[in-house]
């Protein structure tokens, strides 16, 4: 058992790394049909070592080495679970997906369509920017997939919820992209129950109540649009509410209609680009539904159309800062 393991085991507050972590083990111990592959998970661990300790602990037959080949890993994943197996694939970093898109996009979202049969699998990976990792290893990619019917999205922004999506998404008959900012890995922590728990895909939470803006967002971003709702009610005394999506397919619109019919107004955000982006999905689905209650513009704010930039000084003009998101939120709360 590792020290982290033993955190856990005793109630001490966990990292977000770790409850992904203690969520693969337990599905693992729970269901011997779930298994893992992916490059260099097992005799190394994975690049952040989230699976270090999982070969030894349940051998070489479900944690699986496999060749540099995401198309192939995700190929495999997705003929196993047509023989009853629930695989988990680790793409090393999530911008490697690329290889296996024709593979989940034309083989795993469609199949139940195609034949009744279901793809219980997981693809998970980390994504997204501020480790100084440069344009291979920073990226966003949910917008890829948006357009997608069959495939669920999910991105986590706390450890209760990386835990319990992940349990819920093992468990889904449909194939699920589960989506780690790798910023949240070893900087978010909490307190997680020790009973069995799941957060079920296809439901928002509010993160912040309020009445005054709704800011609609997901993974890393929900922590900089909490701190820049915590400095507008400090420095204007107005309460803007946080809603983290959670999941990105299927939305719910319902969460999302009843925070915008409150607060009248609407700020979408998100690291991945603007063009083309979950955002201007987010912004059609208020107008088309919330337009009548709507006071201003609905508003977004993004990374820019570049690739994700090395310098530090430039990935951090780069990313979306807490400053952007109350500048924003004060041009919208005047308008």
């Not at 319902?254 to 955002?279: D, F, N």
Request: net charge negative.
């Amino acid at each position: 058992m590792t020290e982290t393991d033993v955190e856990a085991a005793e109630g001490n507050a966990v990292t977000y790394l770790q409850a992904i972590r203690d969520g693969l083990r337990e599905e693992m111990e729970a269901d011997e049909s779930v298994f893992l592959l992916g490059e260099d998970i097992g005799r190394y661990g994975g690049a952040f070592k989230l699976t270090d300790g999982f070969q030894e602990r349940f051998g070489p037959d479900r944690v699986l080495d496999t060749p540099i080949s995401e198309a192939a890993i995700v190929g495999v994943a997705i003929g196993a679970s047509q023989e009853g197996l629930r695989p988990v694939v680790e793409m090393q970093f999530i911008d490697f997906i690329g290889p296996a898109f024709d593979v989940l996009v034309n083989f795993a979202a469609k199949l139940h369509y195609r034949t009744g049969e279901s793809a219980p699998i997981v693809v998970r990976g980390p994504c997204g920017g501020g480790g100084r990792a440069g344009p291979f290893h920073s990226q966003n990619v949910e917008s890829y997939f948006l357009n997608v019917a069959g495939l669920k999205m999910v991105a986590p922004s706390t450890a209760y919820d990386a835990k319990g999506l992940l349990k819920s998404a093992i468990r889904d008959p449909d194939p699920v992209l589960f989506f780690e900012h790798k910023f949240l890995y070893r900087r978010v922590k909490e307190v997680l129950p020790v009973d069995d728990y799941t957060v079920p895909i296809g439901s928002a939470r509010i993160a912040r109540p309020g009445d005054a803006l709704t800011i609609v967002t997901f993974g890393a971003m929900v922590h900089r649009a909490l701190e820049a709702a915590g400095q507008l009610a400090s420095a204007d005394r107005v309460e803007v509410e946080v809603l983290d999506l959670r999941t990105l397919n299927p939305l719910d619109d319902a969460a999302l209609v009843e925070s915008v019919k409150k607060t009248g107004r609407c700020l979408v955000v998100h690291e991945a680009p603007r063009t083309g982006g979950i955002a201007g999905e987010l912004a059609a689905r208020v107008n088309e539904y919330c337009f009548e209650w709507l006071d201003a513009p609905v508003r977004r704010v993004t990374g820019p159309d570049t690739p994700v930039p090395f310098s530090p000084p430039l990935e951090d003009y780069y990313l979306v800062q807490v400053d952007d998101i109350t500048k924003a939120s004060r041009w919208m709360l005047a308008y």
